[in-house]
Each structure stands twice: as structure tokens, then as C-alpha cells.
């Protein structure tokens, strides 16, 4: 990278639920009845910060499966969360088939 190289890392899981929650009074639905807020929000938050900062560099990070690090750390942590809505695990693949299509050129295709 070069001075002039600008990088972005978002946490796909923050801007999933944020976009999730912002609708939650008014969904978005589809025809076929399927809840499209968290991929509209994270959409439309991916195109603005590609149309507004221009990065030449972009990282899309996702929580891995399973417990972590922090779990072994704190035993209660996210204990008390609740199970995620199944209009986020069902747009989860949805969101990652987007950023594959957006944001994965010929270069890095053959990088991976």
C-alpha cells in the first residue's frame, strides 16, 4: 500500500444487525414474504462508504462459527444475548454472495 491507498474494514455483523434494527417497526418484505432489512441496510451502508470514500482497499469481516476467544476468557460472554432472529440467519448468505459479487475482482478471485 501507498500513501495514497485507503483501507476499510467493516464488521458485517454490527452493520447487519444496525440495518436489521433500524427497520424493525417498518420491515422491508419482499413478494414472497421474506424480511430483505438487514440486506437493504447492509447494502445500502456498503455503497455509501464505496461512493463516498472511494477505499482502494476493503475488508468485510464476519464472526467465525462457534465459540471464540473471549468465550474462554469470560464464560458469561453473550450469555445474555438472545438468539439471532432468523431474518438475519437467513440473510447472512444473501449478504456474502453481495459483497462476493461487488467487491471480488478478477485478481483477487485468483488470489483465494
Known sequence: MNSDDKLFLLDA?????????AFIKIPR????????????GFVNTLEEVLKKENPTHIGVAFDP????????????YKAQ?????EAIRLSVPII?????CL???SDAADER
Open 96 to 100: 456474502k454472495d453481495i459483497i462476493r
Open 81 to 85: 444475548r438472545e438468539e439471532t432472529p
Open 13 to 21: 455483523y454490527a452493520l447487519i444487525y444496525r440495518a436489521y434494527y
Open 29 to 40: 418484505i419482499n413478494s414472497k414474504g421474506f424480511n430483505t432489512s438487514a440486506i437493504l
Open 103 to 105: 467487491l471480488y475482482t
Open 65 to 76: 462459527a462457534g465459540p471464540t476467544f473471549r468465550h474462554e476468557a469470560y464464560e458469561q
